[in-house]
């Protein structure tokens, strides 16, 4: 099913995601490259381009993060995960290689056991 945004409704469109808690990626220009990154409002996108010079890998795979926390106090250890760390997340113009890897990442990320960080950020 295909559908079409006018140009002139994109930024509504961005406004409210962003009123619903969504985090919005899409392509910025950043001198001479155009990369995925957040953006604020649909001012700050640039559609004229081919592809980005970077992967939505980045968003769904973070180099590193915080999945547990510790504290030792006296003779007890406890442990707590951390919250908050998925946000909802919408992607505009990412390559089209790299939105038909996710359902493909899903399974390995979900074959033997489940990867929550993976899945919540899906």
């Keep these: 099913?295909?559908?079409t945004l006018k140009k002139e409704k994109f930024n509504s469109?961005?406004?409210g995601l962003k009123d619903q808690g969504y985090k919005t990626?899409?392509?910025k220009k950043d001198s001479n490259l155009v990369m995925l990154d957040e953006v604020?409002?649909?001012d700050e996108i640039h559609l004229d381009h081919v592809q980005t010079n970077n992967s939505i890998k980045e968003f769904f795979l973070p180099k590193t993060e915080k999945i547990l926390s510790y504290r030792i106090e006296k003779n007890k250890v406890?442990?707590?995960e951390p919250e908050g760390f998925a946000v909802k997340t919408v992607v505009f113009g990412?390559?089209?290689c790299d939105a038909a890897s996710?359902?493909?990442m899903d399974k390995v990320f979900n074959w033997d056991?489940?990867?929550k960080f993976w899945v919540q950020r899906r």
């Design 25 to 27: 990626i899409a392509p």
């Design 94 to 96: 990412s390559r089209p």
């Design 78 to 80: 406890s442990m707590e």
């Design 113 to 115: 056991c489940t990867d």
């Design 1 to 3: 099913m295909e559908k």
């Design 102 to 104: 996710l359902p493909i």
């Design 40 to 42: 604020q409002s649909a």
């Design 13 to 15: 469109l961005i406004t």
